[in-house]
Antibody, heavy 122, light 108 residues
Framework: EVQLVESGGGLVQPGGSLRLSCATS????????MSWVRQAPGKGLEWVSG????????YYADSVKGRFTISRDNSKNTVYLQMHSLRAEDTAVYFC???????????????WGQGTRVTVSS | EIVLTQSPATLSLSPGERATLSCRAS??????LAWYQQKPGQAPRLLIY???NRATGIPARFSGSGSGTDFTLTISSLEPEDFAVYYC??????????FGGGTKVEIK
């Protein structure tokens, strides 16, 4: 059974840093890219960042580029999101997401963690 | 960046009625479009992938159509558990994707 368990959220002051972790199990971790998606209170879903299975390729939304860094430790089956220079608008629930293969070579977000809440406030 | 625009923002319907949700892309995404359902306090759940294919375990009352820039999610007869927020997602680029703003289907 696929499991994604996020941790590391909390209250942080503007300009501060936080590192989120997503511990996974139930699948061959280094075979899959992973992503982070966030949801601000009462708002919609926003893709934040993605990383390839090897960890070599990383992608970021413009809203976090230069401030957030995604990484993974394939020996620990864990993906991370290091967040710096946090702003009030980064306040959200952050979901760890695993893509699943569907159809003829397509991938979609089949598995989601329960999310970890990040609040940026003084 | 491909922008997805969903309409309407809110749909007020009664159980048993038909729901029609729209998603329009700012440029063609071919058929690389999915629909998700999200209930309060829960993570989203994949309903439809590649525009028109139901994910495993999704009831037949959910159907998707469209290609290119215009897509539709139809719920043929609303069940009480279908009242939720629905998001479309484009997946035309690997590891970079976007969601629409969501449509809330609420009980009239």
């Amino acid at each position: 059974e696929v499991q994604l368990v996020e941790s590391g959220g909390g209250l942080v002051q503007p300009g501060g840093s936080l590192r989120l972790s997503c511990a996974t199990s139930g699948f061959t971790f280094d075979n899959f890219a992973m992503s982070w998606v966030r949801q601000a209170p009462g708002k919609g879903l926003e893709w934040v960042s993605g990383i390839s299975g090897t960890g070599r390729d990383m992608y970021y939304a413009d809203s976090v580029k230069g401030r957030f860094t995604i990484s993974r430790d394939n020996s620990k089956n864990t993906v991370y999101l290091q967040m710096h220079s946090l702003r009030a608008e980064d306040t959200a629930v952050y979901f760890c997401v695993k893509p699943e293969p569907y159809g003829s070579g397509s991938y979609y977000e089949g598995f989601w963690g329960q999310g970890t809440r990040v609040t940026v406030s003084s | 960046e491909i922008v997805l625009t969903q309409s309407p923002a809110t749909l007020s319907l009664s159980p048993g009625e038909r729901a029609t949700l729209s998603c329009r892309a700012s440029q063609s995404v071919s058929s690389y479009l999915a629909w998700y359902q999200q209930k309060p306090g829960q993570a989203p759940r994949l309903l439809i992938y590649d525009a028109s294919n139901r994910a495993t375990g999704i009831p037949a009352r959910f159907s998707g159509s469209g290609s290119g820039t215009d897509f539709t999610l139809t719920i043929s007869s609303l069940e009480p558990e279908d009242f939720a927020v629905y998001y479309c997602q484009q997946r035309s680029k690997w590891l970079e994707f976007t969601f629409g703003g969501g449509t809330k289907v609420e009980i009239k």
